[in-house]
């Protein structure tokens, strides 16, 4: 299997049960068949999300940083099926601080 594929590592990617190849917003730029986005997607920077109105998730479905962590699949892709922010004042504080993150804010080392 290639490492790198329409231009995702594939590594990389987590199946999260947002994509649904029958979906209208799922339709690739030219309407040509594979749909691109079964093998998962890389999201953009949360670098100032704040600061710039958006939609969320790869297909726009979601208007809001809430609408992704109210979809338990999403949030809880990648732990083996542990939802770990079942409490909403969890999930409240968890986009405070993602609309906190701008260019001060320092990176969390990876493992």
């Known amino acids: 299997m290639a490492a790198i594929k329409n231009g995702q590592i594939l590594n990389q990617l987590r199946a999260v049960?947002?994509?649904d190849p029958s979906?209208?917003?799922?339709?690739?730029?030219n309407g040509a068949s594979p749909v691109v986005g079964p093998d998962g997607f890389v999201p953009d920077s949360l670098l100032s999300i704040f600061?710039?109105?958006?939609?969320?998730l790869h297909n726009g479905s979601a208007a809001s940083l809430e609408d992704v962590l109210?979809?338990?699949s999403h949030r809880s892709a990648g732990t083996g099926g542990v939802d770990v922010l079942t409490n909403a004042g969890d999930r409240?504080?968890?986009i405070r601080f993602l609309l906190s993150i701008d260019a001060r804010t320092r990176p969390i080392p990876g493992n």
């Not at 600061?51 to 969320?56: G, I, N, S």
């Open 92 to 94: 409240a504080a968890l």
């Open 23 to 29: 979906a209208l917003n799922e339709v690739t730029a």
């Open 70 to 72: 109210d979809n338990v």
């Open 51 to 56: 600061a710039f109105p958006q939609t969320f």
């Open 17 to 19: 049960g947002t994509f």
